[in-house]
């Protein structure tokens, strides 16, 4: 039996770590892709990046500081509660590590891959953060359903 976010403080305080951690990481990255792509790059691959590939790090590299932006912004908006949109935040993160997994086999299936701990680091913090925001998301849904208030709110809205 899993209970609701209220009756597991622990996994709420591992949330919002987590969730900060990776906004943390998205930033570094995020900068490392705009101005040394090569870096970034080389990780992933052999030889020198070359023609259009550097630019097309330094647009990841700006996705990756929106994503180092929203999630630490929408913790202080929603004052570390679980509110709507820090739910409709955490369904797009978790969508988005749907898409990052698909993605990421396509590349080890395309390109060899020089580091192989660059890339099982890359699965395994994909895995990890899925299950995490499935989990938040199953439990918040539950808290949810579990609120006199939001069931009412669940009810007149449909």
Known sequence: YMGTLDSMP???????????????????TGLLCIFA????LRSFM???PSGFTPELSRWYGVLLLLL????????????????????????ALLFGDL???????????RLPIVSLTAF?????????LATLRTIWLV??????????SARALLTNSS
């Open 10 to 28: 622990q996994v709420v305080l591992w949330f919002r770590v987590t969730l900060l951690l990776e906004a943390v990481l998205n930033t570094v």
């Open 37 to 40: 792509p090569d870096i970034f």
């Open 46 to 48: 052999h030889g020198h």
């Open 68 to 91: 180092g932006y929203a999630s630490p912004r929408m913790l202080l908006v929603s004052r570390w509660e679980a509110t709507d949109g820090l739910r409709v935040l955490v369904e």
């Open 99 to 109: 898409v990052h997994f698909a993605v990421s086999m396509v590349l080890v299936a």
């Open 120 to 128: 099982v680091g890359m699965v395994f913090s994909t895995v990890t």
């Open 139 to 148: 439990l918040q849904g539950r808290e949810r359903r579990a609120d006199p």
